[in-house]
């Protein structure tokens, strides 16, 4: 389900969930709940992608930990130009940079929230999306947002 | 160790005409580009023993080096298809100095082509980029959407805005109009900038470089070698590179990146200092690339870069011309090789339009900048 129709890892603009070092991040997503590998050497958390080896010291040992979903904007931007059809009725649409508590950052949309009150340095929390293949974690102010008409 | 400043030279140099080439495909645009660069330096195919190139980006397949070299007639004792994104072209060049000096090859063409304004007729497989699947699934899908994280982190720590970054876009037009090989020719003003349609917030329309058909290469020897070759040489001076991140994922910042590493170790090898620099043609993917690239080359302290831009600094006759031949904003985006064949007419010193010209140039910096905001490469170039 995760080839296009030449054969490559996954069709644009969707997750590679057959990706081996990724595969239980996905199925983890499918319970709410968003896991990150964490070295049993160093103890640090990885951050994403998941890799096989630990990038801090290179240990082969990890578990998959839950984490608490709390993150911080460390960039957002709007997109106004769709690049793929499916966002032709999207934009403008926010991307974030989230930084989660833990360590480990993602690429994500911050919803519940419009794009221009998005800031970096905002606290957020993690809500799921559901697909029918697949959930995406994406997140939320901490405080609700007011924007004045 | 030995320094390798100054102990090699680029001889020749050829661009194919740039814009829309719909007839072409990426390997005729690079055997296009290598006649040119063979013409101008007076070889033949035979008396080249190296090449370097990029592959298609349309079809990416093992070992398209040794397969162009003898496309072109090119017995090569050294080939390799380098892969940096906008940092290949000048990686190029140090590749070929590095097989020079080791004994490997005596004279290297350094061959760069890119299909990306009209499709490339060639069936074959897409180039992936390699970090697609942890942002498109959330609809980041475009290098604009990773540089304007970068001009959103550059506004909040340093207080910059979208009317500092069009003056690059400004000044950089300006140049593309004195220029007859560039694709958009017409002045721009600073309102055009703030009026033109936001693409990725907070960058526009006039913050965003062309997609480009085209082609370009150079041939680089020993500084030996060189004095035979008919035109003037351009001695290749200092050399660096810095890759601070794959990623946006892994990224320490945005606001300061591969140039500033990359640029210390080309001055180191150059003794030279960023104050020595005549002219700089920097990888301007994106408005914001340039001023932070200034920033990290030391033409200013970080965070000063939108007061650098303005009052003329940048434009011709200014203190530090940048990108006088158009830039990827305004003449072409052929990932930077074209920043480095505008380089060397500089320097040879009468091969531009006369109004775009650097009076009496003997030294600049170029950058290349590619990925997610990750690989850098330096060129510090000099009349010899």
Request: aromatic content about 6%.
């Amino acid at each position: 389900m995760s080839k296009d129709e030449r054969g490559r890892a996954a069709r644009r603009g969707q997750p590679y969930l057959d990706e081996p070092e990724a595969k239980p991040f996905w199925a983890k997503l499918r319970e709410h709940k968003l896991t990150a590998q964490r070295c049993s050497s160093c103890k640090k958390i990885f951050g994403f992608p998941p890799q096989a080896l630990c990038p801090h010291c290179l240990a082969s040992d990890y578990e998959w930990v839950t984490l608490s979903g709390k993150g911080t904007i460390y960039s957002h931007i709007a997109y106004h130009r769709s690049w793929h059809p499916s966002y032709q009725d999207k934009i403008p649409y926010n991307v974030s940079l989230v930084d989660l508590d833990e360590g480990g950052r993602l690429v994500t949309n911050v919803v519940d929230c419009p794009p221009e009150a998005v800031r970096i340095g905002m606290a957020v929390e993690v809500v799921f999306e559901d697909f029918p293949e697949y959930t995406l974690p994406k997140f939320r102010p901490v405080k609700s947002v007011w924007v004045s008409k | 160790m030995t320094n390798l400043s100054g102990k090699c030279a680029i001889v020749g140099m050829g661009e194919t005409v740039v814009g829309k080439r719909p007839d072409a495909t990426t390997n005729s645009l690079h055997l296009e580009a290598i006649k040119a660069c063979l013409d101008d330096a007076g070889v033949k195919a035979s008396q080249v023993d190296g090449l370097l190139t990029n592959q298609p980006l349309n079809d990416s397949h093992r070992s398209y080096a040794v397969k162009l070299a003898h496309m072109a007639g090119i017995d090569p004792i050294f080939a390799t298809d380098l892969a940096l994104g906008g940092a290949t072209p000048i990686a190029m060049v140090q590749h070929a100095v590095m097989a020079i000096e080791a004994g490997m090859a005596t004279t290297v063409v350094c061959v760069h082509a890119r299909k990306r304004s009209t499709p490339d007729p060639t069936p074959g497989h897409p180039i992936r980029r390699g970090d697609e699947h942890w942002e498109e699934p959330w609809g980041h899908f475009a290098a604009a959407g990773g540089h304007a994280f970068a001009a959103q982190r550059h506004m909040y720590e340093f207080g910059t805005t979208s009317e500092d970054l069009a003056h690059v876009a400004v000044s950089t037009r300006y140049h593309a109009s004195l220029n007859k090989n560039a694709t958009l020719r017409k002045p721009i003003t600073i309102e055009d900038h703030q009026q033109s349609r936001m693409i990725v917030a907070p960058l526009r329309l006039f913050d965003c470089s062309l997609e480009s058909d085209g082609g370009g290469a150079v041939l680089v020897t020993s500084a030996d070698r060189a004095r035979d070759f008919p035109k003037k040489p351009v001695a290749i001076l200092g050399m660096g590179q810095h890759h601070p991140h794959f990623s946006l994922l892994d990224a320490p910042t945005l606001t300061t990146l591969g140039g500033k590493k990359s640029s210390e170790t080309a001055y180191r090898m150059a003794g030279l200092r960023a104050k020595d620099m005549q002219f700089a043609q920097i990888y301007d993917c994106f408005t914001i690339t340039a001023m932070i690239t200034l920033e990290d080359y030391g033409f200013c302290k970080k965070g000063e870069g939108k007061d650098f831009v303005k009052n003329g600094r940048i434009s011709i006759g200014g203190e530090l011309p940048l990108n006088t031949h158009g830039g990827l904003l305004s003449q072409a985006h052929l990932e930077g090789q074209l920043h480095i064949t505008e380089a060397v007419k500089q320097l040879r010193g009468n091969e531009v339009e006369p109004e775009r010209q650097v009076a009496n140039a003997k030294v600049g910096i170029v950058s290349g900048h590619g990925g997610s905001l990750a690989m850098h490469a330096t060129l510090i170039l000099g009349a010899l």
